[in-house]
């Protein structure tokens, strides 16, 4: 099975800080260390969806979510503010522009109980070699179903 790691966190400012120690510690402790070069756009990532989670005030708490596979790194942070809507959060100009220099492809989407702001990173699987992935015998596939705003 491949790398799932998530943490529940509170909406504080202190959140952007929290996500990118937490995913940082997830990519370092299981990629190669040629692997590392990926924490800093890991860590940018999940500032910035941080910042988009925390940006209803409804939102309490969160999930920050690192999963890796041995093609890519998916990050999720999924805001609990219950009758809150992803087509609610505003994305402005900076953040939209480095999430799409720093990604392969990131959005929003609704949640049972709120929304989640999410991202794809590319990862060479030279880096992911100690990762039992499901993608090193079968392909993935299925329906994205959210709203992804890359341009």
């Not at 999963?67 to 959060?89: F, Q, W």
């Not at 949640?111 to 699987?125: K, M, Q, V």
């Amino acid at each position: 099975m491949c790398v799932s790691a998530k943490r529940t966190m509170n909406a504080t400012t202190r959140l952007p800080s929290l996500a990118r120690h937490f995913g940082a510690s997830v990519v370092i402790a299981n990629l190669s260390p040629a692997g590392w070069e990926l924490v800093d756009d890991v860590a940018l990532v999940l500032s910035e969806l941080a910042n988009l989670a925390m940006s209803t005030p409804a939102t309490s708490r969160v999930i920050v979510s690192v999963l890796i596979h041995i093609d890519e790194i998916e990050l999720s942070v999924r805001a609990t503010a219950p009758g809150s809507s992803a087509d609610a959060v505003q994305v402005d100009d900076i953040t939209t522009q480095l999430l799409t220099d720093a990604t392969v492809a990131w959005g929003l989407r609704d949640a049972d109980d709120g929304y989640e702001a999410w991202a794809r990173l590319a990862c060479d699987a030279e880096y992911a070699l100690g990762v039992a992935c499901d993608r090193r015998t079968a392909t993935s596939g299925g329906i994205n179903k959210s709203r992804d705003l890359r341009s």
